[in-house]
């Protein structure tokens, strides 16, 4: 009687542990599949388009959701309070090909990168897509396998599903569909529209600048970075992702988690959106008002008003006129097993179940013999939660953010951090997200302003002055552009941007911008290579004396190590394992150990 569920959280990052969690307790045969929308993160007013697998995520999951999707919908407020176009209109980029029909080649690959999509060879996830000679392969979301088109001229000789991984072909098909990976596919003729529209829009002398920089794009048919926020003036994107749920007679159901902070994070986006504009509309860039890339918190508060509205009470501090679900936090017993016991016995008593969700087979395993010491028989399901749900006490395993004692149900869950005081992961090691040079300048130079100092690995010392993109014919390449003492310009193409890097300097003095094609940069590599040669001398002497010197070597792993490494729940990674071994080598040698661990932040180092 639920109907389709839409559940709101404050954040991406909470909707991704309200999934896994979901994606945990739900049956292994359910049809109640679990998807995360996730907010674009991204600032409207700083003119940077969202990070490409944010926007491709948001396009696969708003596409399942044009198409009929029934299942339920985890999304942060960012995702709900932001417009949309309609799902008509999403659901109309999608293009079927089919075996016979014409269609040209480089039209397919035009639609495709129009779409979203990145070149990739060979293809091996959703979202790209590679050509060779009469043959284009991509992967789109809407189909199972991604799809080999081989063309004869203008048509469609054959399509081919294939296995990603061996790259070869499973099955001949008559059809296949290729979905976007934008939300907003924008079409020629809605960027010549754009181009006509946005200087009357932005009719005053302020703008001018901003608008030929803008327009040097669309006059040539292509989109600029950031466009998904400036379109929406040519774009009907007055819907919202409520316009996206196929519900049945019945609606569709909204459970809240954190109705505050929910309101909270609502209100803080629509006052950073008037912020954003009003700087942006000082600066003389192009913007639009937050009311037409936002729905405001008042209408936020309606909708909930308005739909049938489940409330999670262990999150509510205010009860509102809602229906509310009774989940209280979980007892943290600190590796307590006598306070675990005294609970057992009166859930037990109570007629209640209780299942233990631990990190591995091996701490299921030891949960269950510490219970047996005292009498407590607990059945142990690596592989299934919900058979050990079926017993007064199950164990089980899995990754859950928290466990949690639901009184309407008479069901507890408990986590190994709970238990043991043992602190775990909730997330896998994360994919890595394949871009284009572009995209990657991006993410990784988020920070870098018009008249930041630069650093050229050859050149020397610069001010950074942007990307420009530079065509030639039909093509255009984009460019970092670095300026040098006397107003030089060096060029930087995006693909090379390992030459350069953000100067840094402990010292607070503005550097010495460099000659472009002058001598003062070689002088200052080569008085650095001086002293860098001294630094080598002095540590191959520091060296020498420690390979003399003795130090403790460390017995071999035994059984009981092994039994602790099988406990960590992760796959680790080829670097992480090349690490292990090469500490644990250095820690079973005669000599001072020396070596140190270095990686990001939340990668393993631990």
């Known amino acids: 009687g639920f109907g389709p569920i839409r559940w709101l959280t404050s954040s991406n990052r909470a909707s991704e542990e309200v999934a896994q969690n979901l994606r945990f307790v739900l049956p292994q045969d359910s049809e109640q599949a679990v998807l995360v929308l996730p907010g674009s993160e991204a600032d409207p007013y700083r003119g940077l388009s969202p990070h490409p697998s944010i926007t491709a995520r948001r396009a696969e999951v708003l596409w399942r959701l044009s198409q009929g999707f029934k299942g339920i919908v985890v999304t942060p407020v960012a995702s709900l309070m932001a417009k949309a176009l309609s799902p008509s209109s999403l659901a109309s980029k999608g293009i079927r090909l089919e075996v016979g029909s014409e269609t040209s080649r480089d039209g397919l690959i035009s639609t495709l990168r129009a779409h979203g999509y990145f070149r990739e060879d060979p293809v091996g996830e959703v979202g790209e897509f590679s050509f060779r ?55 020629k003729d809605e960027i010549a529209d754009w181009h006509r529209s946005a200087p009357e829009y932005w009719n005053q002398v302020q703008f001018a600048r901003a608008l030929e920089q803008h327009m040097q794009f669309t006059e040539n048919g ?7 926020f400036l379109f929406p003036l040519v774009l009907d994107t007055s819907y919202s992702i409520f316009d996206y749920l196929s519900s049945g007679p019945d609606g569709f159901s909204l459970i809240v988690t954190e109705p505050d902070e929910v309101f909270s994070e609502g209100d803080r986006l629509w006052e950073r959106g008037k912020a954003g504009y009003e700087d942006s509309w000082l600066d003389g860039e192009l913007a639009l008002p937050p009311d037409r890339l ?50 057992l016995k ?47 006490i199950g164990i089980t395993v899995g990754s859950i ?31 890595s997200v394949k871009k284009e040079a572009v995209g990657a300048f991006l993410s990784d130079f988020r920070d870098l302003h018009d008249g930041d100092y630069v650093v050229h690995i050859d050149h020397g010392i610069g001010l950074f002055r942007g990307l420009q993109s530079i065509g030639v014919g039909e093509k255009s390449n984009e460019f970092v552009v670095l300026e040098y003492k006397e107003g030089a310009k060096l060029y930087v193409p995006v693909d090379r941007l ?44 520091l060296y020498a004396r420690r390979e003399v010197a003795e130090g403790h070597a460390f017995a071999p792993e035994d059984d009981l190590m092994r039994e602790f490494e099988d ?25 001072p150990m020396d070596r140190l661990v270095c990686g990001d932040v939340g990668y393993g180092k631990t």
């Open 294 to 343: 936002l729905f405001s918190p008042e209408w936020l508060r309606k909708q909930l008003k308005e739909q049938r509205v489940f409330q999670v009470e262990k999150f509510a501090r205010e009860r509102t006129e809602v229906e509310n679900i009774d989940f209280r936090s979980a007892r943290h017993y600190g590796g307590s097993i006598r306070d675990v016991l005294a609970d």
């Open 346 to 392: 009166r859930w037990s008593e109570a007629d209640e179940h209780v299942v233990f969700v631990m990190s591995s087979s091996g701490m299921a395993d030891r949960l269950a013999e510490i219970l047996r010491e005292y009498d407590v028989f607990a059945s142990v399901h690596p592989e299934g939660f919900e058979e050990a749900l079926q017993h007064p």
């Open 401 to 431: 953010s928290n466990g949690f004692h639901a009184a309407e149900f008479g069901f507890h869950l408990a986590t190994q951090e709970q238990v043991f005081g043992e602190r775990k992961g909730l997330r896998p090691p994360a994919k």
């Open 498 to 541: 390992d030459l350069v890097q953000k100067f840094s300097s402990g010292g607070r003095a503005s550097p010495q911008i460099d000659r472009l094609g002058g001598t003062s940069w070689a002088k200052t590599k080569s008085r650095i290579k001086k002293s860098m040669r001294k630094l080598a001398e002095d540590l191959l002497k």
């Open 567 to 591: 406990a960590f729940e992760f796959q680790e990674t080829p670097d992480q394992m090349a690490a292990i071994e090469a500490c644990k080598k250095d820690m079973e040698a005669g000599l």
């Open 222 to 228: 292509e989109l600029f970075n950031g466009f998904e």
């Open 133 to 187: 000679g009469g043959i284009v392969d991509f992967f789109s979301p809407s189909q199972e396998h991604p799809v080999r088109i081989e063309f004869f001229g203008d048509e469609v000789e054959s399509i081919r599903d294939f296995d990603p991984d061996t790259q070869r072909s499973v099955d001949l098909i008559g059809e296949c569909e290729l979905a976007p990976m934008r939300e907003i596919c924008v079409s």
